[in-house]
Structure formats: C-alpha cells, structure tokens
C-alpha cells in the first residue's frame, strides 16, 4: 500500500470533518467527491474498484472485515446529511446531528487507514 | 497562577460573566482563556473568549463567546489541526486543566484551505457587487481581507495566529509588498492577480500597498 495514497486519504477526509465541523456545509459534495476519488487510487488487494464516486458504495465494496457495518451505515447518513446542506433544507438539529456524526467518522476512518498502513 | 488570578478578577467585572463562566467551568476537565485578553490586547469592545472541553452548547452574547469541544474531538486531527487548536495551544491561559493535547497541534492543509476559501468568497463579492466604483469604501472594505491575507501567510509558514491587534501590528512592521506577495502560487497565485487587476485597475501593487497600509494605521 502506498503510503502517498493514504495520505491523500487521510487529508481528504480531515478537509471534509473540518469542513462539516466549522459549519461551512453548502459545499460539502466537493469534500465527499474528492474523498471519493482518494480512497478510489489505492491499491487493496482483491478488491474490485467500483464504478462510483459515492463513498458510502466505495467502503462497501472494499473487502476487509476491518469496516464494521455501523461505519458503513453513518458515512451513508451523513451522506444523506451532507445533500440536504446543498439544497438549503438543512437547520440547526441536522448540522449538528452531523457533527456529531463527524467526530465518530474521523475515529473510524482513522482506524481503517492504521490498518491499511499495516500498523 | 498570579496571571490567571489577576485575569480572572478583571473578568469577574464583566455583566454576566460570573454566573456563566462558574456554570460551564463545573462540567468542564479544561478551560483555557485565549484571543485578546490572554494576550493583553483587549479593548473596550473584545468580548471574552474561552474554550471549556465539555459537552456542553457554545454560548455567545455581546461580551462573552464561549466556545465547548468534547474530550472525544480534542484528540482528533481535525481539532489538532485547526487554526484555533493551534492559535489556543500557543496563546491560551489554562485556567483549568493540563492541556496535554497541546503539544500535538499542527498547521492542517485543510486550516490554510479554508482561510484561501474565505479570502476569495470575499473577493468574489466585492466583484459582484462592483464595489470598486467607490475608491474609499473598497479600501476600507479591503482591510480585513488584507489582514485575513497576512493570517493566511503565517499559516502557510506553519505559524499559529495571535489575536487581531497583534496581527495587524505584524502586518504593519512587515514591509513586504502583501499584494506582490499573495500573487505567489503557494498563496492565492494568479486568481488574486486577476481579481486585483479587476477591482484596482491602473494601479501599482507598490502604491496599493501603501494606501493599504496608511488605511491600516488611522
């Protein structure tokens, strides 16, 4: 695994948690698109890379036991979250319900690239 | 500890203070005073900004900005790397707590990002609202964009923020042409050429910077 891929990972996913934290959500789908196309460089053997740029569908496809179902299930809520931001029908509860969310991500993306890096 | 006695006192005085600061500093592991009044540059006008780490809602009215991040956010890299994280590791007053985290704070990409985004959405309106038509205004405008421009210097150059005051008397002693020195790619490279050229046509970056400048100082 490259390391340079992984960082690139990490960087995108802090950019989109630090982008939902300071609460500057009208363009969240940058963030989540350029996530997408991080995680979509590495090289992970056995793996199938999908034809999408929807992170939710990326970590499914990506086979390890390491990605519990729960992580998989919030990166798609907040996914969910993060469209109702560019459309304008979001309010206080979502955006804080997806910080919230943000902070559990960052801790479980951050175990998925600490066990791609082999640590 | 003299400090933080001598401060906490000065801010007893303030309407609402006591009754606010005794609620959130019970439920917090840490509370630490930053921006004007830990770096004694506070004015008549600076509200009092602390941080407790607690799970409790920010609270903010004309005197006090009460900012709380959990101890679950504290250690994460996006927290980390903040450029509060970075501005409160450097210049804050704990009034409680170790500040343990501290010590591991970095400048993120994403910190030096979001202060480009910042500058070029303000840019960005002063061009849409054709602000230029009026000379005094777009300078006075301009201002907090040059100050937000010379923040994002230091960040790239790995440097935590110090409170406004402060860094406008930086700005000021740094006699390097801000607007030759913006147009460099690891800034805002040629996007800020181009908004510079739209909005002071026929001007001289050299004769730009010192109107900004002189603005600055009254």
């Keep these: ?119 | 500890m003299i400090i933080e006695h001598y401060l906490l006192n000065k801010l007893h005085n303030t309407p609402g203070f006591t009754d606010k600061f005794d609620h959130f500093q019970a439920s917090s592991n840490e509370v630490i005073l930053f921006g004007s009044y830990a770096m004694e540059c506070d004015t008549a006008g600076s509200d009092i900004d602390m941080l407790f780490v607690c799970n409790e809602k920010n609270y903010k009215d004309e005197y006090l900005d009460f900012m709380c991040v959990s101890e679950e956010r504290l250690h994460l890299k996006s927290w980390l790397g903040s450029e509060l994280a970075n501005h409160i590791a450097k210049y804050g007053i704990w009034l409680k707590g170790s500040g343990n985290w501290k010590t591991s704070v970095f400048i993120s990409k994403s910190s030096v990002d979001r202060k480009k985004i910042k500058i070029l959405t303000r840019l960005s309106h002063l061009w849409v609202k054709q602000v230029n038509a009026d000379r005094s205004l777009l300078i006075s405008l301009f201002e907090d964009i040059i100050l937000d421009s010379y923040r994002l210097i230091l960040l790239e150059d790995g440097r935590a923020i110090p409170a406004s005051a402060i860094v406008r008397t930086m700005f000021l002693g740094d006699k390097q042409n801000i607007f030759v020195r913006l147009a460099e790619d690891r800034y805002l490279g040629s996007i800020w050429r181009e908004y510079i050229s739209n909005l002071f046509p026929n001007i001289e970056l050299e004769d730009l910077d010192k109107e900004i400048r002189l603005s600055l100082v009254k």
Excluded: C
């Design chain 1, 1 to 119: 695994m490259s390391n340079n891929s992984l960082d690139e990972v990490e960087e995108k996913m802090y950019s989109l948690v630090s982008q939902i934290d300071y609460g500057d959500i009208s363009d969240l789908d940058v963030y989540w698109q350029a996530l997408a196309v991080a995680l979509l460089k590495l090289e992970i053997e056995e793996w199938h890379k999908p034809k999408t740029k929807v992170v939710s569908e990326i970590l499914n496809s990506i086979p390890t036991a390491h990605i519990s179902k729960s992580f998989k299930e919030r990166t798609k809520a907040m996914e969910i979250l993060s469209k109702k931001g560019s459309s304008g029908s979001f309010d206080l509860a979502d955006l804080k319900s997806l910080q919230v969310q943000a902070v559990r991500f960052e801790k479980e993306f951050e175990k998925l690239i600490e066990m791609l890096r082999g640590k």
